[in-house]
Structure formats: structure tokens, C-alpha cells
């Protein structure tokens, strides 16, 4: 059964990979290949928690402006993710999305991207979305352009069809959304999304970010009384 205290939409900043790496006198490199070995352990977790949609924050939209070198190192990175964590994701049924825009990414990653799309198409006990090259303005500005392009006469315009056409289209908005990494801030994540989402900010690290601590977090939202502008 269904339990009611347990978020049904868990989304996450993936942040800290570099300092984590900086602190150990490592590349920021290194911070990234950890902080992606992290993340099907957490999926796993969260799915026998109850958990229905994990949507993780892996590149955004302004992450370009990074060093070519690291930019490069990421886009890689997400294919050895997919060659490396496909069969794990298949064994729990988990079925893998991509929020943002894919045709910008360079044609290997968005192979491998396909490829996760296509295998996992019909997994239904965790949905994880994977957003990359995700920007929250962006999405919106997409959003807009594909009403328009349906020809929608403006008062037809309602916040149901807005998001019908964000990319997160048929997913719930979040319950949660965890930030490790210590940054008080949204960094143009879900901003349409999130408007009654419980917020949870830690200085863990996401390399250091442990069942235990995703624990923490469902703990913390347990005890908020979401009242969505209501009294109760
Ligand atoms: C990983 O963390 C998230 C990505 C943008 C890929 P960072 O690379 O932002 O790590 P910090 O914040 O510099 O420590
Ligand atoms: C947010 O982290 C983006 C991702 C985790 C993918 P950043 O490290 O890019 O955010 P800022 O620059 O600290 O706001
Ligand atoms: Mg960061």
C-alpha cells in the first residue's frame, strides 16, 4: 500500500562533486566518476523506499560555461554510465528519462542516451529522470514556443496545458527536493515544478551522499505540514 508520508517524487541537486574531489587533492574529474557511481545506489534506495519518480540534476543549461576539458570529461562520463549501469537498472525495473534538450549534446552521448530510453522503455517500478542539459528558464521558454506552435488562443491558456508541455509532461511535480553540496539555491532546476515542494539542504557532499543521509532527508519531510495555502 501506499504510503502517504513517503515522498512520491524525490528530485536532487547533484552537487559537490568537485569540491569533494579538491578535498582528497584530486581533479574535479574524479569528483564527477564518483558522484556517478553514486548514483544507481541512491536510485535503489529510494525505490524500495517507496519512492515512484527520482528526477537527478546532472548538467544544466549554464554548466557549458565550465572548461572544455570538464564539459567533455561529463559528456563521456554519461555514456560509461549507461555501458556501466544498464544492467543494474534492467535487474530493478527502473525506466530512465532524459529532461532537457538532448539534440544539443554531442551525438555519442545522445546515442547512449537513446540507447537507455529505448532499453528501459518498459520498466515500471522507479521512474528516474535524468535531467541534462536541463535549464528551468529554458524549459519554460520551450514550453511557450510549443503552444504557440499549436496554435493556442490565449485564453485557453491555463497552468494545466503549461505544464503539459514542460518536458516533465505526465510526471507529478515534487514532493521533495534535496540539495547536497551546501549551496542555498535552485540553480534553474524544476522552477515551474517546485512551487510547493518541500525544500532539504545539506553540506554533505554528492560523492559522500549516502543511503543514510537520503534517510535524513525523507525523515525531515515526514514532520512538514504542507498546507498549499490552506489552514489545516
Ligand atoms: C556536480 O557538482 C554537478 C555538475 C554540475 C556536474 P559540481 O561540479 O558543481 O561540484 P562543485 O559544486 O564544484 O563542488
Ligand atoms: C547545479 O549545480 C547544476 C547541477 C548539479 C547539474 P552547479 O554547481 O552548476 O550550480 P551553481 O553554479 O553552484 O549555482
Ligand atoms: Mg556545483
Redesign the pocket.
Known amino acids: 500500500m501506499e504510503d502517504k508520508n513517503i515522498p512520491k517524487h524525490v528530485a536532487i ?3 559537490g562533486n568537485g569540491r569533494w574531489a579538491k578535498n582528497k587533492g584530486m581533479p574535479r574529474t574524479f569528483g564527477h566518476k564518483r558522484g556517478a557511481e553514486n548514483v544507481v545506489d541512491i536510485a535503489i534506495h529510494a525505490k524500495n523506499c517507496g519512492v515512484k519518480y527520482l528526477t537527478l ?4 543549461t ?2 557549458w560555461k565550465r572548461p572544455a576539458s570538464e564539459v567533455d570529461y561529463l559528456m563521456k562520463l554519461l555514456i560509461s554510465f549507461v555501458e556501466k549501469k544498464l544492467a543494474e537498472l534492467m535487474d530493478n525495473d527502473c525506466k530512465l528519462n532524459f529532461l532537457g534538450d538532448l539534440e544539443a549534446l554531442p551525438s555519442p552521448t545522445k546515442k547512449a542516451c537513446k540507447l537507455a530510453l529505448d532499453k528501459t522503455k518498459n520498466n515500471k517500478s522507479l521512474f528516474i529522470n535524468i535531467a541534462l542539459n536541463y535549464g528551468g528558464r529554458a524549459e519554460i521558454v520551450h514550453a511557450v514556443k510549443s503552444i504557440i506552435d499549436k496554435g493556442y488562443e490565449s485564453f485557453e491558456i491555463t497552468e494545466d496545458l503549461i505544464k503539459e508541455n514542460l518536458y516533465t509532461k505526465n510526471i507529478p511535480d515534487p514532493d521533495l527536493l534535496i540539495r547536497p553540496g551546501g ?1 542555498l ?1 535552485i ?1 534553474n532546476f524544476l522552477i515551474y515544478q517546485i512551487a510547493y515542494s518541500e525544500l532539504y539542504f545539506t553540506d554533505c557532499l554528492w560523492p559522500d551522499f549516502t543511503s543514510d543521509e537520503f534517510d535524513k532527508a525523507i525523515e525531515a519531510y515526514k514532520k512538514r505540514n504542507r498546507r498549499f495555502g490552506d489552514i489545516k
Open positions: 541537486i547533484l552537487d540534476y546532472a548538467f544544466s549554464e554548466n549551496e539555491r540553480s
